[in-house]
């Protein structure tokens, strides 16, 4: 059974940082995505950002690029998601995904992911 745990939620003023860490455990194939994805109320959950671990191929949504970072932790199955520049628009439930069959084409789609984090809040105040 994979676990995913993530932490890092927090509130901060516009043009602050976060750091959100995730984990992936308890699975065997070699072909893991780990994605962060966020829901603001009312509106869908969106992807944000996304990194495939075995050769650490990043890609990101529009809305974030320039100013979020993944990065793979050492530890095999383990990765970050650092957030600069924060704005307001910014203010979600941040969830991590962990997909092994995920489409490449489809990667930053919440379908394409099995296994979620309990989420965590991130609030930008301006």
């Known amino acids: 059974q994979v676990q995913v745990v993530e932490s890092g939620g927090a509130s901060v003023q516009a043009g602050g940082s976060l750091r959100l860490p995730c984990t992936a455990s308890?699975?065997?194939?070699?072909?893991?995505?780990i994605g962060w994805f966020r829901q603001a109320p009312g509106k869908e959950r969106a992807g944000v950002a996304t990194i495939y671990m075995d050769y650490a191929r990043i890609f990101y949504a529009d809305s974030v690029k320039g100013r979020f970072t993944v990065s793979k932790d050492r530890t095999k199955n383990t990765a970050s998601l650092q957030m600069n520049s924060l704005i307001p628009e910014d203010t979600a439930m941040y969830y991590c995904?962990?997909?092994?069959?995920?489409?490449?084409?489809?990667?930053?789609?919440?379908?394409?992911?099995?296994?979620w984090g309990q989420g965590a809040q991130v609030t930008v105040s301006s």
């Open positions: 308890g699975y065997t194939s070699s072909s893991l995505y």
């Open positions: 995904a962990a997909g092994l069959n995920v489409r490449s084409s489809l990667r930053l789609q919440p379908s394409e992911y099995n296994y």
